[in-house]
């Protein structure tokens, strides 16, 4: 299984940007994609964004294409960190993030998941 734990939310200004972070560890992470998702009250939550094994392929919701960027990154202990920039955010964008992991990049759209974290808050204000 995998373990993830993001950080990296707070309160930005319309237009500004955050880098949401995703640490994330197991044993068989080197295989798994990763993505964010977002929740904002009174709402379902939503995909944003994936990203597949080797960092090659990315998806993303309308919504956030040109303005969000998933990337990730691998160190030598095996910890992986995946990384959400939101840039040009807008007050729609205020939701908890939520970082997972799921077997398949084209299937996280659908919510397909193995692993999610605790949340991170990101509040735009206007």
């Known amino acids: 299984q995998v373990r993830l734990e993001e950080s990296g939310g707070g309160l930005v200004q319309v237009g500004g940007s955050l880098r949401l972070s995703c640490a994330a560890s197991g044993r068989t992470f080197s295989t798994v994609a990763l993505g964010w998702f977002r929740q904002a009250p009174g709402k379902e939550r939503q995909f944003v964004a994936a990203?597949?094994?080797?960092?090659?392929?990315?998806?993303?919701?309308d919504s956030v294409k040109g303005r969000f960027t998933i990337s990730r990154d691998r160190d030598n202990n095996a910890k992986n960190t995946v990384y959400l920039q939101m840039n040009s955010l807008k007050p729609e964008d205020t939701a908890v993030y939520y970082c997972?992991?799921?077997?398949?990049?084209?299937?996280?759209?659908?919510?397909?998941?193995?692993?999610w974290g605790q949340g991170t808050q990101v509040t735009v204000s206007s």
């Open positions: 997972a992991a799921g077997y398949a990049v084209r299937q996280m759209p659908s919510m397909k998941t193995s692993s």
């Open positions: 990203i597949n094994w080797n960092g090659e392929t990315t998806i993303y919701t």
